[in-house]
C-alpha cells in the first residue's frame, strides 16, 4: 500500500540554524500538508500547498518558514532560523485531491532546537 | 471562541467490551467529521469519514456517530482488544481542506 515517508526520522540543531524537513508523499496525490504536534499537544496545521503554491496557511506559518516542491516527488518545509519552540514532531500529508477528504500521514520527524 | 474537546482523561476498558469516545465542537460548522488513531511517536493514521448530512458511518468493529444539533461526534470499537489501545483523535474540516484536531483521548485495553 503507498504511503507517506519522511527524512530524517529525527533531527538535533542548534538554535538559530537552519532545517529542511523532507517528504514523499503518495504519487498520485495533489494536495500536500505539513502540520506538526509539540509534545503533549494536539496536531497542528501549518500549511497547505496545491498546485506548485501555498493554499492555505496558519498563523504559526511565519516568516521563518517556506515550503517546496523542488521537483516531481520531494515536498520540504524549511524552517530558516530555528527557535527552541520549534521543537516538535513534524508530520507531513497528503491527499489525492480537493474532494478526498482524507490525508494520508507519515510517520513524522521529531526535531529538537537546543 | 472555537473549540474541539475530547475527553483528556484515559479511558481504560476491559477486553471485549464496547469503547466509546466523545468529540464536542463549539463554533464550527463542519463539512465533515474524521477520527483518526494514533500511536506514541507515530503520525495519525485514518479510520473514518462522517459528512454533516449522514448521522452513522460503520467499518467494521468502528461506528461513528455525528449529531450536528449537539454538535458531537461519537466513536465507538465494539469487541475491543488490546491492540485498540492507542489515542484516537477527531478531526474537523470547515471551509479549506485543513484539519484541525482535538487534543485526542487515550485509550487502554485491558486483559
Known amino acids: 500500500e503507498p504511503e507517506v515517508t519522511q527524512t530524517p526520522s529525527h533531527q538535533v540543531t542548534q538554535m538559530g540554524q537552519e532545517v529542511i524537513l523532507r517528504c514523499v508523499p503518495i504519487s498520485n496525490h495533489l494536495y500536500f500538508y505539513w502540520y506538526r504536534q509539540i509534545l503533549g499537544q494536539k496536531v497542528e496545521f501549518l500549511v497547505s500547498?496545491?498546485?506548485?503554491?501555498?493554499?492555505?496557511k496558519s498563523e504559526i506559518f511565519d516568516d521563518q518558514f517556506s515550503v517546496e516542491r523542488p521537483d516531481g516527488s520531494n515536498f520540504t518545509l524549511k524552517i530558516r532560523s530555528t527557535k527552541l519552540e520549534d521543537s516538535a514532531m513534524y508530520f507531513c500529508?497528503?491527499?489525492?485531491?480537493?474532494?478526498?477528504?482524507?490525508?494520508?500521514f507519515g510517520p513524522g520527524t521529531r526535531l529538537l532546537v537546543l | 471562541s472555537q473549540k474541539i474537546e475530547q475527553n483528556s482523561e484515559a479511558l481504560n476498558i476491559q477486553e471485549g467490551k464496547t469503547a466509546t469516545l466523545t468529540c464536542n465542537y463549539t463554533n464550527y460548522s463542519p463539512a465533515y467529521l474524521q477520527w483518526y488513531r494514533q500511536d506514541p511517536g507515530r503520525g495519525p493514521v485514518f479510520l473514518l469519514l462522517?459528512?454533516?448530512?449522514?448521522k452513522e458511518k460503520r467499518k467494521e468493529r468502528l461506528k461513528v456517530t455525528f449529531d450536528t444539533t449537539l454538535k458531537q461526534s461519537l466513536f465507538h470499537i465494539t469487541a475491543s482488544q488490546p491492540a485498540d489501545s492507542a489515542t484516537y483523535l477527531c478531526?474537523?474540516?470547515?471551509?479549506?481542506?485543513?484539519?484541525?484536531f482535538g487534543t485526542g483521548t487515550q485509550l487502554k485495553v485491558e486483559l
Open positions: 462522517i459528512r454533516e448530512n449522514e
Open positions: 500547498f496545491y498546485n506548485n503554491e501555498i493554499s492555505e
Open positions: 478531526a474537523l474540516v470547515a471551509g479549506g481542506n485543513k484539519l484541525t
Open positions: 500529508a497528503s491527499s489525492e485531491n480537493r474532494d478526498q477528504e482524507t490525508q494520508y
